[in-house]
């Protein structure tokens, strides 16, 4: 697993991250959840939003003290 950037959502079940340590973009399928959720820290912050990207299984995770989705 890796920490990557959330860049934005391209769609209602995909979004777009960055790998700081490839220097490359890609997008991933979500759920409608992950989404919202991910859309909603985007407009609401202006701090850059780090999810956890599982390479095997292709999905992300985010994860603070109130909210775990996966």
Do not use: G, R
């Not at 220097?23 to 407009?43: G, M, P, R, W």
Request: hydrophobic content about 35%; overall charge negative.
């Amino acid at each position: 697993m890796i920490t990557v950037l959330l860049l934005e959502v391209i769609n209602p079940n995909e979004v777009v991250v960055y790998n700081p340590e490839t220097k490359k973009e890609f997008s991933v399928a979500a759920t409608n959840d992950q989404v919202d959720y991910y859309e909603s820290l985007l407009n609401e912050t202006e701090e850059d939003v780090f999810v956890i990207y599982n390479e095997e299984e292709n999905q992300l995770s985010y994860i603070d003290d109130e909210k775990e989705l996966s």
